[in-house]
Structure formats: C-alpha cells, structure tokens
C-alpha cells in the first residue's frame, strides 16, 4: 500500500489529454511538500518529467505538465503519442515517515 | 553529462548481506546541492526509496527497512554504496542508485540503468 495513491492505469487514443492523479494526505501532499513525476518506460530506468509540481527539465515536451492542489496533484499529457506508453510515477516527501515516498504507479495505454 | 552505474552480485543467498556500488561519473560527488540515494522496484510492482546519503556522510533510512539497511560514501573513489543485511525474497528486485537535487523535497534527476538481485539458495 502506497502512501500516495495513484490509478493503476490510464488510457487514451492518440491526440487526446489524459490525466493521472496523485493522492496523498496532511503529512506529505497536504503539508504543502513538492511533488515530482518519473517516466519510466517498459525495461528502462525512470526519467524526471516534473519538478516541483510544475516545471519540466529541459527536454520534456510542453505536452506534459502537472499541477497541484490541496492533497493531490496531477499530472496531464496532451496530445498523446505512441511513445508516451509508460508507467509514470508521483513522488513527494512524508514528514512520517521522514523521507521521500512514491506513488503506486499508474500503467498509460495509448489505444 | 552525469552518470550513475550500479555494481555487484546479482544473486545473493537468503540471510545475507546484499552490498551494491554506485560509481558516479561527469561529476561532482562531493557537491552539496545533491544527495545520493538508493531505490529499488520489485518485477512488476512500484518504486520504494531505500535511503539516502550527503556528501558529509549524513543519512537517511526508509523507516521500514532501515534496521537491515546502512549507505555510505567515498568520496574520493565517486562511489557510493548500499548494504542490506538479512535478506529474503522479498528483497529480489532492481536496485537503482539516483542523484537527489537538494531543493525543498529532493528529486531525482540523474538514475542508474539498474541491477537485479535475486535473492535465493
């Protein structure tokens, strides 16, 4: 059991917007801490996609971008590609548990 | 262009110790705006942070699994290293060492390709 909480997946066609959720509570997500997102795709070690709720690393495309509110955040990926299929990962900090935590992951299929 | 890359056995018998290295190359270990972690993703399932380490040797442990666990650093080799003692098969999964951007929650910017420990007889 994660203690940020993801849909184990997401689907969509090429061309249109998905969003994959991250939910967490008053002592990570809640608490006002960062939330980063990873790509990982099938075999291969998981990239940076967002840092700091919001901002992309040089490289990422604008199709990707994540918000945040109150105990969750999100992250959004429009205009899908074929290339996006992966597992995207949220991540924060837990002040529990005293370091960073991970969201379950969520599976995006491009239909 | 910073690079991370994992090293040691990829089977390790059960109540052993697991030890992995992570040599880091195209830059500095020793700055201060990063620490250096080790997490692992079991087949199939997500990721969990084992723990981390700051260039002073200053560290810290994933609560559930930090009285088997100890990382440390040197520095003057790039490297930094993973020990996990009293294995089972629940620890089998790929390990990956990551660079930690020291800025509010750390994130991980830079990771290795990974390497897979089993852990059987």
């Known amino acids: 059991q994660s203690v940020l909480t993801q849909p184990p997946s997401v689907s969509g066609a090429p061309g249109q917007r998905v969003t994959i959720s991250c939910t967490g509570s008053?002592?990570?997500?809640?608490?006002?801490?960062?939330v980063h997102w990873y790509q990982q795709l099938p075999g291969t070690a998981p990239k940076l996609l967002i840092y700091?709720?919001?901002n992309r690393p040089s490289g990422v495309p604008d199709r990707f971008s994540g918000s945040k509110s109150a105990t969750s955040a999100s992250l959004a990926i429009s205009g899908l590609q074929a290339e996006d299929e992966a597992d995207y990962y949220c991540?924060?900090?837990?002040?529990?548990?005293?370091?960073?935590?991970f969201g379950g992951g969520t599976k995006l299929t491009v239909l | 262009q910073v690079q991370l890359q994992e090293s040691g056995p990829g089977l390790v018998k059960p109540s052993q110790t697991l030890s992995l290295t992570c040599t880091v190359s195209?830059?500095?270990?020793?700055?201060?705006?990063?620490?250096w972690s080790w997490i692992r993703q079991p087949a199939g399932k997500g990721l969990e942070w084992i723990g981390r380490?700051?260039?002073?040797?200053?560290?810290n442990y994933n609560p559930s699994l930090k009285s088997r666990v100890s990382i440390s650093i040197d520095t003057s080799k790039y490297q930094f290293s993973l020990k996990l003692t009293s294995v089972t098969a629940a620890d089998t999964a790929v390990y990956y060492c990551?660079?930690?951007?020291?800025?509010?929650?750390?994130?991980?910017?830079?990771w290795g390709q990974g390497t897979l420990v089993t852990v059987s007889s």
């Open positions: 380490i700051y260039t002073s040797g200053s560290t």
């Open positions: 700091v709720d919001s």
């Open positions: 195209g830059g500095s270990i020793s700055s201060g705006s990063y620490y």
């Open positions: 991540q924060s900090y837990d002040s529990s548990l005293g370091g960073s935590v």
């Open positions: 008053s002592s990570n997500i809640g608490a006002g801490y960062d």
């Open positions: 990551a660079r930690g951007v020291v800025r509010g929650v750390v994130y991980f910017d830079y």
